[in-house]
C-alpha cells in the first residue's frame, strides 16, 4: 500500500517532514552565515590588498566552519529524504 494511503504511515510522513522542514532551514541560516562571512572576507581582502588577501586567516576557518555544517545538515536531510519520500511518491504496481 501507498504510504499516502494509510493515516498512520502519513502520521510518521508528517513527523519527517517537520524534521526535514527544520534541518532545510538550519542549513540555510548557516549558508546565510557562510555569505556573511564571505562579504567580511571579501572586504578584508580589498584592505588588504592583493598580496595579502591570500594569506590564511581566522575568516576562512571560520567560513569552512559554517560551510561544513551547511553541508553535513544538507547531507542529512538529503538522505532522510530519500529514505522517507521516495516510497510515498513511488507509483504502485
Given amino acids: 500500500m ?8 502519513r502520521k510518521e510522513l508528517s513527523d519527517h517532514l517537520a524534521w526535514l522542514w527544520e534541518e532545510v532551514r538550519m542549513a540555510l ?11 567580511a ?13 591570500a594569506l590564511p586567516r581566522e575568516g576562512h576557518r571560520i ?9 553535513r545538515r544538507l547531507e542529512r536531510a538529503h538522505a532522510r529524504a530519500q529514505e522517507v ?9
Avoid at 29 to 39: D, F, P, T, Y
Wanted: hydrophobic content about 45%; glycine content about 4%; charged content about 35%.
Fill in 29 to 39: 541560516v548557516a549558508l546565510g552565515k557562510a555569505r556573511e562571512a564571505m562579504e
Fill in 41 to 53: 572576507l571579501e572586504e578584508e581582502d580589498r584592505l588588504l590588498g592583493v598580496l595579502y588577501a
Fill in 2 to 9: 501507498n504510504p499516502l494511503h494509510d493515516p498512520e504511515a
Fill in 63 to 71: 567560513l569552512k566552519e559554517i560551510l561544513q555544517e551547511a553541508l
Fill in 85 to 93: 519520500l521516495e516510497p510515498a511518491v513511488r507509483e504502485e504496481a
